[in-house]
């Protein structure tokens, strides 16, 4: 695992911009993964200056996203689907129709997991997969006690996520989803480069456990020891308790 430790958040989503803008520039083609929250916003934003400034074109590139609430129809802007339009897709300059989020609404959302993973599969895997860490360690929507060897699949959500979260939805915890649909960790070590950014306070503890604490399933970011090429771009602050 390369740990980089930056100054501040801003140098964090630079870095973690030129490592994918890299990816595409070899292979315009690539497949990327791309993350909700806030951590992920300042990589979009220096790969969104990246392609603004014509070094790197995306409309190739395309892209799976983690994971979805479900019961949140993706019109209504607090779907992952319409979070990743507003954030990546618009800004990165991607093609709407090359980026794909799991199906929360579908009727069959067994089914759904089983299409993503295969969507993933047949467009030759992910090439590199940003990520961010809940302050709880868990990696998409992976909670403590997630196996390593998990695939796209349906998952409660635990209390503190749902309590991190409820501040998308207008403070309210019982508007929170209490179910998603989350690629599994197994799925995320498939990808051929993993990039988990994080910054704050906030983080440092699970970036600790992640990084220097023992493989664990009540750490689902501990699962980045076991990939031959995960990087962590933190800033001083979420390194702090390295
Ligand atoms: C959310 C997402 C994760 C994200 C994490 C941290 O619940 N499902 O993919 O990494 O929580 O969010 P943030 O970056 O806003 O702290």
């Known amino acids: 695992m390369e740990i980089v430790i930056l100054p501040d958040g801003a140098a964090v989503g630079a870095a973690a911009a030129a490592r994918i803008a890299a990816v595409v520039q070899r292979k315009p083609e690539a497949v990327l993964g791309l993350a909700t929250g806030s951590s992920p916003l300042g990589a979009y934003a220096a790969l969104a200056d990246l392609v603004a400034r014509g070094e790197v074109d995306l409309s190739r590139t395309s892209a799976f996203a983690l994971d979805e609430y479900v019961g949140v129809p993706p019109e209504s802007p607090l779907s992952y689907a319409a979070t990743i339009a507003h954030d990546a897709t618009g800004p990165l300059g991607l093609d709407p129709a090359r980026v794909r989020t799991p199906d929360g609404n579908a009727a069959d959302l067994e089914a759904a997991c089983s299409a993503y ?65 989350t690629q599994g960790l197994g799925t995320i070590l498939d990808a051929r480069q993993l990039l988990l950014v994080a910054q704050g306070e906030s983080k440092a503890a699970a970036v600790a456990a992640a990084v220097e604490g023992p493989l664990t399933a009540m750490v689902p970011g501990s699962a980045l020891q076991l990939h031959r090429t995960a990087v962590v771009l933190l800033d001083e602050a979420a390194a702090s308790k390295l």
């Not at 809940?134 to 959500?157: M, Q, W």
């Not at 996520?161 to 209490?178: C, H, I, K, Q, S």
């Open 117 to 181: 993973e295969a969507a993933i599969a047949a467009a030759g895997g992910v090439d590199v997969q940003l990520l961010g860490i809940g302050a709880n360690g868990h990696i998409g929507f992976n909670e403590p006690t997630s196996s390593f060897a998990s695939r796209t699949r349906i998952k409660t959500l635990a209390p503190r996520t749902r309590e991190d979260n409820a501040r998308f939805f207008g403070g309210d915890l019982d508007a929170v989803p209490m179910h998603c649909i």
